[in-house]
Nanobody
């Protein structure tokens, strides 16, 4: 059973930056698609970014494109979300997610649909306020 644990959430001022981390219990996230979702108070969980493979390209929600970057460390054990120019619209609990990907689908475009992912972390709180 794969377990994921997020960290790095904090209170930041508008325009600030954060780097969220997600550590996997498995030795490597090779052959997993990965994603970040967020849930604002009173709102549904929404997709932020995803990546099918380390070098397969990434997909971003329009609201974060150009400001956020998803990545994996060299060992592919940790997933990151670099966030810049944060605004109050970015407030929420951020979750990392993963799903195994068959070899023949490793370079298929990932999806920002929560139903696509089998494994989830517990979330980390991001607050943006002056």
């Amino acid at each position: 059973q794969l377990q994921l644990q997020e960290s790095g959430g904090a209170l930041v001022q508008p325009g600030g930056s954060l780097r969220l981390s997600c550590v996997a219990s498995e030795s490597s996230l090779d052959y997993y698609a990965i994603a970040w979702f967020r849930q604002a108070p009173g709102k549904d969980r929404e997709g932020v970014s995803c990546s099918s493979t380390k070098n397969g390209g990434a997909y971003y929600a329009h609201s974060v494109k150009g400001r956020f970057t998803i990545s994996r460390d060299n060992a592919e054990k940790t997933v990151y979300l670099e966030m810049h120019n944060l605004t109050p619209e970015d407030i929420g609990v951020y979750y990392c997610a993963a799903v195994p990907v068959a070899l023949g689908a490793l370079f298929t475009q990932c999806r920002l649909l929560k139903e696509s992912y089998d494994y989830w972390g517990q979330g980390t709180q991001v607050t943006v306020s002056s």
